[in-house]
């Protein structure tokens, strides 16, 4: 897998953060399981980037039974320090995407649902994250107008809602689009 990167002035570039979701195919009798199943899963950067960077992994077990996980599913670093410490310690603060993962219930072809999705991020966008010069910034806006297009399929064209000032019209994905 190859992330996009985020350049950062002349001198550094941020790998924009994966989502990676995985699915167990097969059933285990239940005269096996004797207790929760271990999962092993490894993430590596190549190794002639070890001395920059390091892979940071949290995970939550989520049942298939429930429509949305009882807590937020994803928690990630929201800025690096630049410290040669790999630990959390080396990032100042975590940010939680309320939004991920979407619930099963979403329905991709209903743009009021997208409609709520967009504003969600939205929200998260000008109220969480806030610094545009973080990777995390350039994540979401992208995955905004991802969202607001899918309530908004004939944007320019057309109504569309009005959106926080502050997420300019750029990106990959709306640049394309337009």
């Given at each position: 897998v190859r992330p996009d990167v985020e350049y950062v002035g002349n001198d550094h570039a941020f790998l924009q953060p994966l989502l990676v979701t995985i699915y167990f195919s097969g059933s285990v009798p239940q005269n096996l399981i004797?207790?929760?199943?271990?999962?092993?899963?490894?993430?590596?950067?190549?190794?002639?980037?070890?001395?920059?960077?390091?892979?940071?992994?949290?995970?939550?077990?989520?049942?298939?039974?429930?429509?949305?996980?009882?807590?937020?599913?994803l928690l990630v670093p929201l800025h690096y320090t630049g410290s040669d410490d790999f630990?959390?310690?080396a990032y100042t603060q975590d940010v939680t995407i309320p939004f991920l993962p979407l619930p099963r219930t979403f329905d991709f072809t209903d743009p009021r649902q997208w409609a709520t999705l967009s504003k969600e991020i939205e929200c998260w966008l000008v109220n969480k994250v806030?610094?545009?010069?973080?990777?995390?910034?350039?994540?979401?806006?992208?995955?905004?107008?991802?969202?607001?297009?899918?309530?908004?399929?004939?944007?320019?064209?057309?109504?569309?809602?009005?959106?926080?000032p502050r997420i300019p019209v750029e990106g990959t994905f709306i640049e394309e689009w337009l």
């Open positions: 004797r207790e929760r199943i271990p999962i092993k899963i490894s993430v590596s950067v190549s190794e002639e980037y070890n001395n920059f960077m390091a892979p940071v992994i949290r995970a939550k077990a989520w049942s298939v039974c429930q429509s949305e996980p009882s807590e937020p599913a630990s959390m310690g806030q610094d545009s010069s973080l990777p995390y910034w350039t994540w979401g806006k992208d995955a905004f107008w991802l969202t607001f297009i899918g309530a908004h399929p004939r944007f320019p064209d057309g109504e569309w809602s009005v959106w926080d």
